[in-house]
């Protein structure tokens, strides 16, 4: 493969306080790529990982770096072509669903620029967040996407978002009015992108990002069965929502 990418066995979290409490534990493994240096698998292997420009904002640019170039482009940001890492789910057997895409974008001497976190929801929606990180990966941002369908869409997210290294380690709080934090956390550890631990992981985590989207229907279900209400959805019509 790729000697600059890495899998990251991990266990992701969620805990909701109010106005039930409920967590969510689910075991998965994500990809950290180059966006210059995407992999290419063997021929034989390709079903269990692709990376693909459509699965990524809005979904018409040639690349996912071009794709993410233009994003900045947007908001007055020009890296010269500086190094942009990016954590996420490969397309597997077909399927993906990324509920979360973190970019690390740098200039070109390697200096951190900005972070750019790319939200999906499981309505087809996307919808990006430009952070501007301090040294510990620190920020925050308004609530601007419809995620959950028991949260309306207000608030505002603290994120930790450190580069991976040899541990992948993040965390976001959405804190709102009058009401306990909703928490979330991704921890795990890296392992090279060698072709055994992609089947590795692939025997121990099949239909990978299929079992994300279907944990995340069933998690929904059972709190809407306890009472939960639902909250509106509001579709918005920025290009990052066009698929």
Known sequence: MVSTAALYPCVVRHTR??????????????WLVDTDHIPELPLPLRPLAR?????????????????LDGFLAEH??????????????????????????????????????????E???????????LLHTDPAGRADVDKEF?????????????????LPGDRLQLSLRL??????????TVHGTR???????????????PWSTLAVSAAIRFHGIRLFLRGLPVQPRQVRHDPENAT
């Not at 392992?191 to 985590?205: E, F, I, M």
């Open 17 to 30: 306080r109010a106005p039930v409490h409920h967590a969510l534990r689910h075991r998965t493994y994500m």
């Open 51 to 67: 990376f693909r420009a459509r699965d990524h904002f809005t979904g018409r640019a040639p690349s996912i770096r071009a794709a």
């Open 76 to 117: 007055g940001i020009d890296l010269e072509g500086g190094r942009v890492m990016m954590l996420t789910h490969a397309r597997v057997l077909g399927h993906v669903f990324n509920p979360l895409t973190l970019y690390w974008c740098h200039d070109p001497d390697g200096r951190p620029r900005c972070v750019v976190a």
């Open 119 to 129: 939200v999906h929801n499981t309505y087809g929606g996307r919808h990006a967040y």
């Open 146 to 162: 419809y995620v959950s369908p028991f949260y309306p869409v207000d608030g505002r997210y603290h994120m930790r978002l450190p």
């Open 175 to 184: 804190d709102r009015p009058g009401s306990p934090p909703f928490t979330a």
């Open 191 to 205: 392992r090279p992108a060698t072709t055994g631990a992609l089947l590795r992981l692939s025997l121990r985590h």
